[in-house]
């Protein structure tokens, strides 16, 4: 057997490290309204996803969102209380969280992320899916523009599927 000095931890989600990088793209992809960008950057996951959350606080120690420093907040079930630039739903949450937190974010800069289905038409701005076993992701930019976020048209291309 040849070893070429690197191994992946046993426990290693590639999954989780592809949704982390998803995640962290899109803090560069939208305008955060100028109350976002004071203090942290905030990154919420809601459910269990211990993996992804590892996977973000990796990338929170490294890098930064212009100035801001990146905090990584997790919770099993959805706390409206939590001031956040993102809101992320793992896969098991019901739907009802996501419209929720999508109503009770309406225009502050909070831009909804979810891995459920139908979530993205039910005011979750990006939608995790799968396509031929790819990590891909749906863009509802109705839903993005009621939270008050802004972002380039071309964003769109980014997306499997544009959700208008």
Known sequence: MVSFGFQQPQNFDTNAKMRACFIYGFTRSFEWPESKKANTFVIYVVGTSDALVAQLKNLAATKKVGT??????????FDPSIASNIIYFAPDNELKSVGD?????????TLV???????AKSGASINFI???NKLKFEYNKNSAV??????KEDFKKLAA????
């Open 101 to 109: 937190a999508a109503s009770k974010n309406k225009n502050k800069g």
């Open 161 to 164: 599927v544009v959700i208008d």
């Open 146 to 151: 009621k939270a008050g976020l802004e972002t």
């Open 113 to 119: 992320v979810a891995e459920t289905g139908g979530a």
């Open 68 to 77: 801001q420093d990146i905090e990584i907040k997790n919770s099993g079930t």
């Open 130 to 132: 799968f396509i031929e």
